[in-house]
């Protein structure tokens, strides 16, 4: 906790554990990048046939999400604000994310073949998530230092794997449910989509 502490400032312990614990809730249920802001459905919904497939794309997402937060937050302060070229903001937002993907692609090529294969187009897709990119710009919107930036990514990245493999889930028992033939296929996925999307905005009542 000492760590914590100092990573944090002065703020009391208290405050700490209550603000990652807020931070924790809004960007997993309340706010979730996904199932609220509807950001990231390109491979929410074509990642999300299986389970093991769905959590191999959301610790990914997670990894880029929380080192991209990193990465630009730095590139931000130590380059855009001093160079007054904060318009190329989204640009080389972009340039970081696409090499933290690659970094990511290569690295499952290397150790975890079957799962590269099974995420195919979807995982250089992630240079192009628009959650990744959100939440890259969403931490300078709302001022967040470098730690909190971190934490909001991660957190995002974890709301993300949430709702990736709850659809997963879903989307399991729907092959064998009986459903009307109209229905069958990507139809009844959108539904359930927008029935699971309902639920996560009950979480709205958490806001004070």
């Known amino acids: 906790m000492d760590i914590v502490k100092k990573l944090f400032g002065k703020m009391e312990e208290n405050n700490v554990i209550q603000g990652i614990l807020t931070a924790f809730l809004s960007a997993v249920l309340i706010e979730n990048f996904v199932l609220v802001?509807?950001?990231?459905?390109?491979?929410?919904?074509?990642?999300?046939?299986?389970?093991?497939?769905?959590?191999?794309?959301?610790?990914?997402?997670?990894?880029?999400?929380?080192?991209?937060?990193?990465?630009?937050?730095?590139?931000?302060?130590?380059?855009?604000?001093?160079?007054?070229i904060e318009y190329l903001q989204t640009i080389s937002f972009i340039l970081v994310i696409a090499a933290l993907v690659q970094l990511v692609e290569m690295v499952l090529q290397k150790t975890s073949r079957q799962l590269y294969q099974a995420l195919g187009v979807y995982l250089p897709l992630i240079t192009t998530n628009c959650a990744v990119l959100g939440v890259c710009i969403i931490n300078f919107q709302n001022g967040?230092?470098?730690?909190?930036?971190?934490?909001?990514?991660?957190?995002?990245?974890?709301?993300?794997?949430?709702?990736?493999?709850?659809?997963?889930?879903?989307?399991?028992?729907?092959?064998?449910?009986?459903?009307?033939?109209?229905?069958?296929?990507?139809?009844?996925?959108?539904?359930?989509?927008?029935?699971?999307?309902?639920?996560?905005?009950?979480?709205?009542?958490?806001?004070?």
């Open 37 to 84: 802001k509807f950001l990231g459905i390109c491979p929410f919904l074509g990642v999300s046939k299986k389970i093991n497939t769905a959590l191999g794309m959301g610790a990914a997402v997670v990894f880029v999400m929380a080192v991209a937060s990193a990465a630009t937050w730095i590139l931000q302060k130590c380059v855009l604000e001093p160079f007054d």
């Open 144 to 208: 967040f230092s470098f730690i909190n930036s971190v934490l909001y990514g991660t957190f995002a990245g974890i709301g993300f794997t949430l709702a990736i493999v709850l659809f997963a889930g879903i989307r399991e028992r729907l092959e064998f449910a009986s459903i009307p033939e109209s229905l069958r296929g990507f139809p009844i996925s959108l539904i359930s989509a927008s029935l699971v999307s309902l639920a996560f905005f009950g979480f709205q009542g958490l806001i004070k």
